[in-house]
């Protein structure tokens, strides 16, 4: 689970429309959620939505023994269902644009670094067990065929974490659309996906956190059709050596990340497509990702970066026109 940076700004006055204000809220995917919209029917959507929860849990949640990731890590093939289908193949789509920087094969890396189901604090590994254990991660030993997920070779785990939670907002977005709701705000762990605007009939306002003194949600983004997904290496770490090592691991090098970033935002079209390239755009460090996002407009990408400098000042930067209106 990643631990987000995320305020919510929303406010909700007595509208004059026949709509109201519904928010539903609760603990799924070993996180929060937060579901806003405007509905004419009162009644409350929540036990739908945690069905969702649960059958995506069943195909994608590595701490559901019975559930299909599980199932495939332990053997050699699996007949996916259409939410592990859906995640494998966007994830597959996304390593290759990055060139294997985003890899759902991590998982034995970040069993190794103790981020994983299991966790534990015996420091940074040895060179010599990040070198075998990296022989277990690429993203081209899984081969998708019809329904199959199928290993190339054995040992190869996948973890779906990176992209899960952003998908899993994408689909609850996509059932309130199926009632008739064209105005919402998801929220799953800080996987956000929002559409239309909130009772005040202004676009969603979504506030990112500055880690300054005397900071706060200065920053806020509008949105009326767009998803916001964060990556930050502030709460899961351990320091060693005066070098903080946090649970993003680089697929490339087998190290977890000690760089600069406080937290990357992210801005895409959907969910899960902002939820998969935080991860890649924390790892590339703040001139690069710019970079790969100016380089690949086609994405509709947008980052914000908090990140220390030279001499320790948090300092911000973000992609051109980040915080227009969406």
Same mark, same amino acid.
């Given at each position: 689970?990643?631990?987000?940076?995320?305020?919510?700004?929303?406010?909700?006055?007595?509208?004059?429309?026949?709509?109201?204000?519904?928010?539903?809220?609760?603990?799924?995917?070993? @996180?929060?959620?937060?579901?806003?919209?405007?509905?004419?029917? @009162?009644?409350?959507?929540?036990? $739908?939505?945690?069905?969702?929860?649960?059958?995506?849990?069943?195909?994608?949640?590595?701490?559901? /023994?019975?559930?299909?990731?599980?199932?495939?890590?332990? *053997?050699?093939?699996?007949?996916?269902?259409?939410?592990?289908?859906?995640?494998? #193949?966007?994830?597959?789509?996304?390593?290759?644009?990055?060139?294997?920087?985003?890899?759902?094969?991590?998982?034995?890396?970040?069993?190794?670094?103790?981020?994983?189901?299991?966790?534990?604090?015996?420091? #940074? /590994?040895?060179?010599?067990?990040?070198?075998?254990?990296?022989?277990?991660?690429?993203?081209?030993?899984?081969?998708?065929?019809?329904?199959?997920?199928?290993?190339?070779?054995?040992?190869?785990?996948?973890?779906?974490?990176?992209?899960?939670?952003?998908?899993?907002?994408?689909?609850?977005?996509?059932?309130?659309?199926?009632?008739?709701?064209?105005?919402?705000?998801?929220?799953?762990?800080?996987?956000?996906?929002?559409?239309?605007?909130?009772?005040?009939?202004?676009?969603?306002?979504?506030?990112?956190?500055?880690?300054?003194?005397? *900071?706060?949600?200065?920053?806020?983004?509008?949105?009326?059709?767009?998803?916001?997904?964060?990556?930050?290496?502030?709460?899961? %770490? %351990?320091?060693?050596?005066? @070098?903080? %090592?946090?649970?993003?691991?680089?697929?490339?090098? *087998?190290?977890?990340?000690?760089?600069?970033?406080?937290?990357? @935002?992210?801005?895409?079209? !959907?969910?899960?497509?902002?939820?998969?390239? !935080?991860?890649?755009?924390?790892?590339?460090?703040?001139?690069? *990702?710019?970079?790969?996002?100016?380089?690949?407009?086609?994405?509709?990408?947008?980052?914000?970066?908090?990140?220390?400098?030279? !001499?320790?000042?948090?300092? $911000?930067?973000?992609?051109?026109?980040? %915080?227009?209106?969406?």
């Amino acid at each position: 689970m990643k631990e987000i940076l995320l305020l919510l700004s929303i406010c909700f006055t007595v509208s004059a429309s026949a709509q109201r204000a519904m928010t539903i809220s609760g603990k799924a995917q070993g @996180t929060y959620y937060v579901v806003k919209y405007l509905g004419r029917d @009162t009644v409350s959507l929540q036990p $739908e939505i945690e069905a969702i929860f649960r059958q995506i849990d069943r195909s994608l949640s590595l701490y559901v /023994p019975s559930s299909l990731i599980n199932r495939f890590n332990k *053997g050699d093939k699996i007949m996916m269902d259409d939410h592990m289908r859906i995640v494998v #193949k966007k994830a597959q789509e996304v390593s290759r644009i990055t060139d294997g920087l985003f890899d759902i094969t991590v998982k034995p890396l970040v069993d190794l670094w103790g981020f994983g189901v299991v966790r534990h604090n015996n420091g #940074k /590994p040895s060179e010599d067990a990040i070198r075998r254990t990296l022989r277990q991660v690429d993203y081209q030993n899984l081969t998708l065929r019809s329904r199959y997920l199928i290993k190339k070779q054995p040992g190869v785990e996948i973890d779906c974490n990176g992209i899960a939670q952003g998908y899993t907002s994408d689909v609850i977005a996509k059932f309130l659309l199926s009632r008739g709701i064209s105005n919402y705000l998801v929220d799953v762990g800080g996987e956000l996906v929002a559409l239309g605007n909130n009772e005040q009939g202004k676009p969603w306002s979504i506030g990112i956190e500055r880690l300054q003194p005397g *900071g706060g949600a200065q920053n806020l983004l509008m949105m009326t059709n767009g998803a916001v997904a964060t990556s930050g290496n502030y709460q899961r %770490f %351990f320091d060693e050596g005066g @070098t903080r %090592f946090a649970h993003t691991i680089n697929p490339r090098t *087998g190290e977890a990340i000690h760089n600069n970033i406080i937290t990357v @935002t992210v801005t895409a079209p !959907d969910a899960i497509t902002a939820d998969a390239y !935080d991860n890649a755009l924390i790892l590339l460090g703040v001139d690069k *990702g710019l970079e790969f996002v100016r380089d690949h407009p086609r994405l509709n990408l947008g980052a914000f970066y908090i990140y220390k400098d030279a !001499d320790g000042q948090v300092r $911000e930067k973000y992609s051109e026109g980040f %915080f227009e209106q969406r």
